[in-house]
């Protein structure tokens, strides 16, 4: 019959393991989802944003595509002549 504090110590020494390996693979993982998939995500909204100019693809958007962003002058501007209020000349 094996002694209870041989047992004992085997089922402590295979619970650090555990935890220990636990660990290690949470580390492992969070490093390599924030390396992997965070930081070239991050990256390249900095590029994009370095050079974005958001007027000037607002006027594009309008310039292009009419009726498509109520929120275009020309289109304020239709809305307001509909409702029957002035407004200065574009």
Known sequence: MVA???TRNMLHQYGRRALGVS????VATTATFFF????PRHEKYERFFANYDPYTRMQEICAANKGYMHT???ELAKLYEEKGKSIADL
């Not at 660990?23 to 949470?26: E, G, T």
């Not at 992997?36 to 930081?39: A, F, I, S």
């Open 4 to 6: 209870a504090t041989a």
């Open 23 to 26: 660990f290690v693979a949470a």
């Open 36 to 39: 992997g998939y965070v930081q």
């Open 72 to 74: 275009c002058p020309q």
